[in-house]
């Protein structure tokens, strides 16, 4: 007999109790996060040639300690914590001998940020200690005054720094489009001067309010902002002279999918995957427009007030919607979370990609914004596994927190998000034809098939509507940072396509038991799993109902 489908809100699955010897990996993992931070030199961390190469040969000691806990018959989550940390120390192992941010990457070095991510850490590889401005309550207290002061005095000397460390450095695309991360951080640091700076948090829109900031943070701003603007004018002036690839080759990317994002799929299959999916949604999406031909076309709402109160009730209806079927249980601090995304009016001048498709309908976009339902899961419902809990590093997460965030728009829409404004469905669609595009595009930027500005070409090209310009600020940030991070750009599809094969294997046991599917109790397990990669949350869910 086939399998029910059963909606309703799941309480959180109770751990399984850990063995002894778990304690001792929890202890070698919290020695190794330590050690993954670079060392101190005059104030500043430490990315020289020599520190770095300290810890490369520091490396196969760590790699004994931790084959030296004996995991003899442990179960499959505490295994999978094993399995786990060693992802990590495969991917610095990766970040020394291939990626060498610190060595080829000047973006690397830019580490001041308004606005907090909507992932668990910054997208892309960012120099210690982050300046996360955000994460200040404003007005400052003295004591965060002063604090703020001398992170932001370590700018100057970390930049100075920058300039020996990239000396030999030949990757032309992060010569050529690194000084726009410098921009990018010249200009936060100035709204932040004047008082002016609004920074997009869990919170919603914050405003870095600068009353009473002290003679001594006023000055390590202008420093710091000099200095962000003479390196961004340095890197300008270098990129004709760096002509070398950029991205890292086929068969590094391969090593990175298998032993770091412990990926099922290498660079071959992942083209295809993402080759479908960009058919799929290009197919889909002229579909839709034929099934809803005798629909009216969406039609914006230009007035600012009226749009903002429409997608206040939109995402109202929207958290009511998640919680009905039971994929977000109903929390205050949830819809707090999501309430605080809601979407503004874009003048058509100031229009990127997204705002697009917020500009018709916000709810697409909000269902991608279900990541800050995560941010609010880790701050409210911390993981019980220290492992899990911390914070991931070299952007592990990518895969199954963008990848999570991609399947929603889709997943929503399947389950009636748009059953009483069917034009909508087709944002979802043009969506993912766009993230399969400018993950396409990625993937041949890493085997070094194209330099940047042809992979934006295609990013636009094949983003249906014209809604993709590939000299906007957004596509250059997103394949300088898909560039940056091998595997992120094809996250979104890849991990999207692992959680199709998590649900379908769920869906097969449920039926082969003869048990119906309940989809919010099969949610919440692939969820209680943690952000970690979707193969390890694959081994701990599909052997259940």
Same mark, same amino acid.
């Given at each position: ?5 059963? #909606?309703? %809100? ?232 760096? =002509? ?15 032993? =770091? ?18 058919? !799929? ?9 034929? !099934? ?25 209806? #929207?958290?009511? #919607? ?12 949830? !819809? ?56 991931? =590093? ?63 070409? #295609? ?12 000299? %906007?600020?957004? =596509? ?30 769920? %869906? ?38």
């Amino acid at each position: 007999m086939a399998a029910a489908i059963v #909606f309703g %809100s799941a309480s959180a699955v109770a751990q399984p109790p850990m063995p002894p010897a778990h304690a001792e990996l929890t202890g070698f993992h919290q020695q190794w996060r330590a050690f993954l931070r670079p060392a101190m030199k005059e104030g500043v961390p430490d990315y020289s040639a020599a520190a770095m190469a300290a810890k490369a040969a520091a490396l196969p000691e760590w790699r004994a300690r931790l084959n030296a806990i004996d995991s003899s018959g442990w179960a499959v989550v505490p295994a999978n914590d094993k399995r786990l940390v060693e992802a990590e120390i495969n991917g610095f192992d990766f970040f020394l001998r291939v990626l060498k941010p610190w060595a080829r990457d000047p973006s690397f070095y830019a580490n001041v940020f308004g606005e907090q991510s909507d992932v668990p850490a910054h997208e892309g590889p960012s120099a210690e200690p982050v300046i996360d401005l955000f994460a200040y309550k404003w007005p400052l207290s003295r004591a965060d005054d002063a604090a703020l002061a001398r992170q932001l005095r370590m700018v100057p000397t970390l930049l100075a720094q920058a300039k020996t460390n990239l000396a030999n450095s030949q990757a032309h695309d992060h010569w050529a489009y690194g000084d726009s991360t410098f921009r990018t951080q010249s200009a936060v640091l100035g709204e932040l001067r004047q008082g002016k700076l609004v920074m997009r948090t869990i919170d919603g829109q914050v405003p870095a309010t600068m009353t009473g900031a002290s003679a001594a943070l006023l000055k390590a701003i202008d420093e710091a902002k000099a200095a962000t603007d003479g390196f961004a004018a340095w890197i300008r002036a270098e990129a004709p002279r760096r =002509v070398g690839p950029s991205g890292v080759g086929k068969d590094n990317y391969n090593w990175w999918a298998k032993n =770091v994002a412990l990926l099922p799929y290498d660079w071959d299959a992942q083209q295809v995957l993402l080759k479908r999916e960009l058919d !799929r949604s290009l197919a889909s999406l002229r579909l839709e427009e034929a !099934r809803n031909r005798a629909l009216p076309p969406l039609t914006e709402i230009a007035d600012p007030a009226a749009y903002r109160a429409n997608a206040e009730a939109k995402t109202r209806m #929207f958290n009511d #919607f998640v919680v009905k079927t039971g994929l977000v249980p109903d929390r205050p601090y949830y !819809r707090a979370a999501m309430e605080a995304q809601t979407s503004s009016y874009t003048p058509p001048a100031a229009r990127n990609f997204f705002s697009h498709g917020t500009a018709l309908d916000p709810l697409p976009l909000l269902s991608h914004s279900t990541h800050f339902v995560e941010l609010a899961r880790i701050a409210h419902e911390p993981h019980p596994d220290p492992i899990r809990r911390a914070t991931p =590093v070299f952007n592990m997460y990518m895969d199954r927190s963008e990848g999570w965030a991609t399947a929603m728009e889709e997943l929503l829409m399947h389950l009636g998000l748009y059953d009483d404004n069917p034009r909508a469905r087709e944002i979802v669609w043009i969506m993912l034809a766009n993230r399969a595009a400018r993950g396409l595009a990625s993937l041949h930027v890493q085997a070094n098939e194209m330099d940047l500005a042809e992979a934006g070409r #295609f990013h636009a090209q094949w983003t249906p509507r014209g809604w993709s310009d590939p000299a %906007s600020p957004l =596509v250059g940030f997103e394949q300088l940072l898909y560039l940056r991070q091998p595997g992120y750009g094809a996250s979104y599809i890849v991990g999207k396509a692992q959680l199709d094969d998590i649900l379908g294997a769920m %869906s097969h046991a449920a039926d082969q038991s003869s048990q119906p599917f309940d989809l919010g109790k099969a949610w919440q397990r692939i969820t209680d799993a943690g952000i970690v990669p979707p193969s390890l949350i694959r081994a701990e869910v599909v052997a259940q109902p």
